[in-house]
């Protein structure tokens, strides 16, 4: 089960449209981040809202939301994926289910969508049944992978995917990372990157988000936007 925020920051994320795209490139912890997502706005809303997440992940076939279905659905939260022989598919299935809820979302719905423009493409058949009042569209940034490891590359990128997908990004979410190499400073730099973004771009970082492991290590005085603790549920075929 995750962990709620630490006591020393406990402000939270400012989520409130009904639809929560999450998209990042190959290696940024885009769909960790998506699965993590929706379990802290299960443990943290203060009403009861249904939480469900769809699968729109068509690039990488390791680290996606559906591998992690079983565990959300235990907790109650929907999976909307591939069943049978389409449940590794790495082509662009677009479940009648997925626009249903993004017309009508009954509570709040994420969508994991990876890797940079090409699986943003994916939003672009969806156009025309979003609702801008009603969606975030939000960039999970990794300082660590080449194209978004400076103020350039990751306004490049942001703007490949605003093209690709047909939508625009209401936000940012900070997630630098080296996996098992990650430390304290890797995360600090991560955090100054995004928020060198946000200012050149006008779009708000929205929130950190750190393995729970590295929690305990980092000084959260240094720290000034919220915090999402993860807890790695997408793991390789062979781990």
């Known amino acids: 089960m995750p962990m709620d925020l630490p006591m020393t920051n406990t402000r939270k994320p400012e989520l ?36 469900s997440i769809a699968d729109l992940d068509i690039v990488n076939p390791y680290f996606r939301s559906r591998a992690a279905g079983e565990q959300l659905d235990k907790l109650g939260i929907k999976s909307i994926i591939p069943v049978g022989d389409n449940f590794h598919a790495d082509l662009p299935i677009i479940l009648p289910q997925i626009k249903g809820a993004i017309q009508d979302p009954q509570g709040t719905l994420i969508l994991d969508v990876g890797g940079d423009d090409v699986g943003a493409r994916v939003l ?69 990157l995004a928020k060198d973004v946000s200012r050149l771009t006008g779009l708000p970082v929205k929130f950190l988000s750190v393995e729970n492991k590295m929690v305990s290590k980092l000084d959260l005085d240094r720290i000034d936007v919220p915090v999402v603790i993860l807890n790695r549920s997408l793991l390789k075929p062979w781990e």
């Open 16 to 51: 409130l449209k009904q639809v929560i795209v999450i998209v990042g490139g190959y290696g940024s912890g885009k769909s960790e981040v998506a699965v993590n997502l929706a379990r802290y706005l299960l443990l943290n809303q203060e009403d009861t809202i249904n939480i």
């Open 124 to 192: 672009s058949s969806l156009g025309s049944v979003f609702d801008k009042e009603t969606y975030d569209l939000l960039l999970v940034l990794n300082a660590s992978r080449p194209f978004t490891a400076d103020v350039d590359g990751s306004c490049k990128v942001i703007k490949s995917i605003e093209e690709a997908s047909r939508l625009k990004f209401t936000g940012i979410i900070a997630n630098t990372h080296l996996m098992d190499n990650t430390t304290p400073e890797i995360i600090y730099d991560g955090l100054k």
